[in-house]
């Protein structure tokens, strides 16, 4: 079995609606998911009182995607091939398939872009062979040399992979939120413009003489 039983259910599923039991307390959003009754998502409370000793993964969002950390994916799920990202210092990999900039897709195709997802085709940053989970589960069943399955083997690729990049590839985020740029840009992070004015602050005209 290359594919977890769990996997197609919890790419399908809408997280961060409001929990219907606890929507007049904080942190009631449905971003929690339980690999053992793989049914609806639900929030922190749900979790402490319903899902206490089961297994489960935390859902994040960046630039209004689904992203779930690296670290906390790869104890049940092999995630090599697909392109991980750095976001306020974690690392982490979307669940699906992102549209595709129009920006990007034009510049990527005249500059002849190297690294492509093989499903979607979106620009990667990396030698990765898919962009989410979910490309590499079209891939695990289209081609079939491609697993989810835990493996020594292909731990030790990854990590070793993870051990490359990590020294060369760190994406700045503000309320993680992943930028959207040119390929190349996504490696740097420039000096702030002087020429933007902070709002809300008067100028004075200069004095006449």
Known sequence: ?????????????????????????????????????????FCFYCRSSRHKDHLVIQIRRSSYHDVVRVDEIQKVLDTSGVQTYVINSARVVFLNERPQPKTISSSSSSKGVSHLCEICNRS????????SLGCKLVGVRKNGDASFVLSNKNNGEEV??????????????????????????????????????????????????
């Open 1 to 41: 079995m290359k594919v977890p039983p769990w996997l197609e259910s919890l790419l399908s599923t809408a997280f961060f609606t409001i929990c219907p039991r606890h929507r007049d307390t904080p942190r009631n959003e449905c971003n929690m998911y339980c690999l053992d009754c793989m049914n609806d998502p």
């Open 160 to 209: 070793e992979i993870q051990r490359r990049l990590a020294s060369n590839q760190e994406i700045e985020e503000e309320d993680e939120e992943l930028r959207e740029g040119n390929p190349q840009e996504m490696y740097r992070s420039g000096p702030h413009s002087n020429s933007r004015r902070r709002k809300g602050i008067p100028h004075r005209a200069p004095f006449g003489s």
């Open 124 to 131: 990667l940053l990396d030698p990765f062979r898919f962009c």
